[in-house]
């Protein structure tokens, strides 16, 4: 193995951790692809949610990050004073008066009132080498689940339903063991990002017309909207994931290498 694999290694172990500790790995399961190329998804099940997967309390969904992936961010402003404050009538009375407006420059400007969460869809593909059911149909079925609520043990369970996603009240009521972390999932996108805490907008599957003999699809694609579950801080984006962020550290030296590099091969 080369100096280049052994870093690479070493830095992915980082992410290995928090991804692959006793889960049921689903989706890609060969070893030809570096982990600076997979996307791997982590979902901890909660605590009462009879789940089919073996008894396993995660589930790990691993596929080739094969296309391009944006991150978006968007902040909110508003104007100080609304200019919807001065009536038509104090305007007409001004202008009447001084041929003065009420209007000012300074009333346009902005007062911060929000920052959306980090918001970017994967788009992953799935492909059968050995079994079909654990490379292409179970990871379409658990990436499904993470979007859907689940129906619980209780006597109260069989009317009203648990909703998918982490809980917004573990940690307001930590003394209160009713409210559990929920459902928390992990998504690290090579050895650039991982996201200890993600909620799943929206997901689209599409099976390509490619069968085994029982009927499986040995192909498919899948394009996952995801959300941060907080909004970000600059010490989030700054910081390396051990104290909080998103961005795994150790990459400055060796990323800037690999950019002079390509310049000289170009």
């Known amino acids: ?20 500790s006793s889960s049921l790995v689903l989706g890609y399961r060969g070893s030809d692809i570096k982990p600076e190329y997979l996307v791997s998804i982590k979902n901890f099940f909660p605590r009462d949610y009879k789940n089919n997967s073996n008894g396993n309390s995660s589930v790990t969904i ?9 991150l978006k961010l968007e902040s909110q402003w508003s104007a100080i004073i609304n200019g919807n404050a001065i009536t038509d009538t104090a305007q007409a009375l001004s202008q009447l008066a001084f041929n003065r407006s009420l209007a000012s420059k ?3 400007r902005r007062i911060w009132t929000g920052t959306t ?5 994967l788009n992953l593909q799935f492909r059968a080498i050995e079994d079909a059911k654990l490379e292409v149909v179970r990871p379409c079925q658990e990436l499904q689940r993470l979007i859907l609520p689940y129906s619980g043990s209780g006597k109260l369970d069989k009317i009203f339903l648990h909703p998918p996603g982490p ?3 573990k940690e307001a009521a930590a003394n209160f063991d009713y409210f559990n972390e929920g459902e928390i999932t992990y998504v690290a996108i090579g050895t650039l990002l991982l ?43 700054t910081d390396k994931t051990d104290s909080g962020g998103i961005y795994n550290g150790g990459r400055e030296g060796k990323s800037k290498v690999n950019i002079e590099s390509r310049k000289r091969d170009n």
Do not use: C, W
Request: aromatic share 10%; charged share 20%.
């Open 1 to 20: 193995m080369g100096i280049g694999a052994i870093a690479g290694a070493a830095l992915f172990g980082r992410v290995a951790d928090a991804i692959q």
């Open 62 to 70: 691993k596929a080739p990050l094969v296309e391009k992936f944006g």
């Open 106 to 108: 300074y009333m346009s």
């Open 117 to 121: 969460p980090l918001d970017f869809t």
């Open 167 to 169: 809980s917004p009240y």
């Open 195 to 237: 996201m200890k805490r993600v909620i799943v907008k929206d997901i689209s599957i599409e099976y390509l017309p490619q069968f085994t003999k029982d009927g499986d699809p040995i192909a498919a694609n899948a394009a996952v909207h995801f959300q941060t579950y907080e909004i970000l801080t600059k010490e989030t984006i």
